[in-house]
C-alpha cells in the first residue's frame, strides 16, 4: 500500500488551506479554509482516480504588501496669522505662491513679508540684544534675500547685521530702523501656497489671515496608530496614481498628533480609530501629473528573495498537525513535509526535504 493510500484511509478529511494567503496580507482580517473530503466509507472499495490539477514548484522572490488609501495634494494645510497693528490693505488670493521676501500681506500700504524658518520671531532683534537662534534665522534670510556683509549667519547680532537690516528695509520703502520686531515678518517654514483667505480687506491686520501648504506635492495618508510602525521616514512606496499611473515615493514624514475617525465606515456602533498622517513625497513630483488625485499607496511590508514556492492551493494541512504538499511523480503521488513561510500574491514560500524546483504539485488553483 502507497504512503499517499495509507494516509487517504486513515482519515476522511485532508484540509486544504485554499486561502491562507490573508493571514499575511493585513487587513484582510479573515482567512477562508476549504475542506477536501475523501470520498468512499468504510467497507467500499477505493475511490475511482479523478484528473487532478498541478502546478510547479518555482524559484522566485515574494513581496508581501499592505495598500493604503492616499490623497495627492499639497499637504495639510496650515493657518498663518499676522502680528501687525492696522488696517490690511492687500491680500493674496487662493492659488498664488508666495516666495521668501515676498508680501504675505499688507498693512497700511507697507508689505509684511514672507520669512522662512523653524523658529518664530519672538522678541525685537536690534544691536546689544542677547545672542539666541532667532537671530540666526534673520540672518539667512537676509543673506539669501541678497543682504549679507555679516559673515556666516550666527546667533550673534552685530553692527553689520544692523545695518543689513537697514538695507533690507530700504528695498521695500520701509524705515530704516536697523531694528526688526516679530510683527514684521511672517515667518513659514518656506514658500507658502495659499488656500484659504479668512481676513478682508479693512480688516484688523493682527489674527488669522489665511491657510496655505507648502508648494511640493505630496501624498498623504491618514494611518491607522496600529499600524503606524508600517512605515517610518526613508522607506520607499509605489504609488498608484488616478489613471493608472504608477510612481515611487518615500515617506518623508509620520505625524505625532492623534486624530480619530467616528461612524458608521468604522463598524458596529462607529468606534473611534485613531490614526496619524503620514507624508510620502513622490521621488519625481512631476510624473504625478495632478495639483490633487486619490492614490493608492502600496507598501512592501515582507520581502523574500529565490525562495521556493507553490501556489496557496498546493498546501494541504495534515490532521496530526503540520502541512505538506502532494508531489506528483510520473503515476506515483507522495506527501512532503513543508514549513510554509511568506505569503504574497497567491502563492506561497515552502521549505522541505525532498522538494525541489521544477517538481510538481497538487493544487486547487
Do not use: C, H
Not at 505662491?97 to 500681506?105: K, L, M, N, Q
Not at 536697523?178 to 501656497?193: C, H, K, Y
Not at 513622490?282 to 493608492?296: H, I, K, L, Q, Y
Amino acid at each position: 500500500m502507497s504512503e499517499i493510500e495509507q494516509v487517504r484511509r486513515s482519515r476522511r478529511t485532508r484540509w486544504l488551506l485554499a486561502a491562507l494567503a490573508g493571514v499575511a496580507v493585513l487587513g484582510t482580517g479573515a482567512t477562508v479554509v476549504v475542506a477536501r473530503v475523501a470520498a468512499g466509507s468504510a467497507g467500499e472499495g477505493p475511490p475511482a482516480a479523478a484528473p487532478v490539477e498541478t502546478a510547479e514548484v518555482t524559484r522566485t522572490d515574494l513581496a508581501e504588501q499592505e495598500t493604503m488609501d492616499g490623497t495627492l495634494g499639497y499637504g495639510a494645510e496650515r493657518e498663518i496669522a499676522g502680528r501687525k497693528p492696522g488696517t490690511i490693505t492687500w491680500l493674496p488670493n487662493a492659488g498664488d505662491v508666495v516666495d521668501r521676501g515676498e508680501p504675505v500681506y499688507k498693512v497700511d500700504d507697507k508689505p509684511v513679508p514672507l520669512f522662512a524658518g523653524s523658529i518664530p520671531f519672538y522678541r525685537d532683534l536690534a544691536e546689544g540684544v542677547g545672542n539666541g537662534p532667532d537671530v540666526k534665522v534673520l540672518e539667512e534670510n537676509l543673506r539669501d534675500l541678497g543682504f549679507g556683509g555679516f559673515g556666516k549667519p550666527d546667533e550673534k547680532f552685530t553692527a553689520a547685521t544692523a545695518t543689513a537690516v537697514r538695507k533690507w528695509q530700504k528695498s521695500l520703502k520701509l524705515e530704516e530702523t536697523g531694528t526688526l520686531t516679530p510683527a514684521d515678518v511672517v515667518v513659514d517654514t518656506g514658500s507658502l501656497r495659499v488656500g484659504t483667505v479668512s481676513a478682508k480687506l479693512g480688516g484688523e491686520g493682527t489674527g488669522p489671515l489665511l491657510k496655505g501648504t507648502g508648494t511640493e506635492r505630496v501624498v498623504t495618508v491618514e494611518v491607522e496608530v496600529a499600524k503606524q510602525g508600517l512605515l517610518k521616514v526613508g522607506d520607499k512606496v509605489d504609488l498608484s496614481i488616478a489613471g493608472g499611473k504608477q510612481v515611487k515615493g518615500t515617506v518623508s514624514a509620520v505625524g505625532t498628533e492623534v486624530e480619530s475617525d467616528s461612524g458608521e465606515e468604522n463598524g458596529p456602533g462607529g468606534q473611534d480609530k485613531p490614526k496619524v498622517a503620514v507624508t510620502v513625497k513622490p521621488d519625481d513630483p512631476a510624473t504625478a501629473g495632478f495639483d490633487s488625485a486619490p492614490v493608492e499607496v502600496v507598501v512592501t511590508t515582507g520581502q523574500r528573495e529565490g525562495v521556493l514556492t507553490v501556489p496557496v492551493g498546493a498546501l494541504l494541512a495534515l490532521a496530526e498537525g503540520g502541512y505538506a504538499v502532494e508531489v506528483v511523480e510520473g503515476a506515483q503521488r507522495r506527501l512532503v513535509a513543508v514549513d510554509p513561510g511568506l505569503f504574497a500574491g497567491g502563492r506561497v514560500e515552502v521549505t522541505g526535504n525532498g522538494l525541489a524546483e521544477g517538481a510538481k504539485v497538487v493544487t486547487t488553483s
